[in-house]
């Protein structure tokens, strides 16, 4: 249930941003899992596993791309004002990963399509580890610009 977070302590506006990073972590996450298993199907080996050292590695690397792929075009059109925004609400110490994970949570709550758009780059995302897993296997057909069916039914 939205804003039932156990830490009553805080404000509202803090615990949407918290509800926020929660929501935009499992959806990360899901993304980012899902280009993992793509690439371990591709080359022929088992579904990663959360214990595997190598594993968390490549995970932890697919999400940061795919953090910055999505900072990179989310912010490519925001005007002067909310990139000023945007800056105030980035401004907190932290790691690498922190960072890009708070611009996620402050471009979540300043644009109103946000989670359209995360849709959109995620597709593109899954879709470009699709066509390199294709290009990888020598497939120059050229299907990489085929819909949505006709690469679900195998045709174009």
């Not at 597709?123 to 066509?131: K, Q």
Request: aromatic share 6%; with cysteine.
């Amino acid at each position: 249930m939205p804003f039932r977070h156990p830490d009553r302590t805080h404000d509202l506006s803090t615990r949407i941003d918290m509800e926020v990073r929660e929501r935009l972590e499992e959806a990360v996450d899901f993304v980012c899992l899902e280009a993992l298993v793509q690439e371990r199907r591709r080359r022929g080996l088992p579904p990663p596993a959360a214990d595997n050292h190598t594993d968390r590695r490549d995970y932890l690397a697919k999400v940061s791309a795919f953090l910055t792929l999505l900072e990179r075009d989310l912010t490519a059109t925001l005007t002067a004002d909310q990139r000023e925004r945007l800056g105030a609400a980035t401004a907190a110490p932290g790691d690498a990963e922190t960072k890009l994970v708070s611009t996620q949570v402050a471009l979540a709550r300043l644009l109103p399509d946000y989670w359209q758009r995360f849709e959109a780059v995620s597709a593109r995302y899954l879709d470009g580890a699709t066509a390199q897993r294709e290009r990888a296997a020598g497939d120059d057909s050229g299907r990489e610009g085929r819909g949505l069916l006709g690469r679900l039914f195998g045709r174009g």
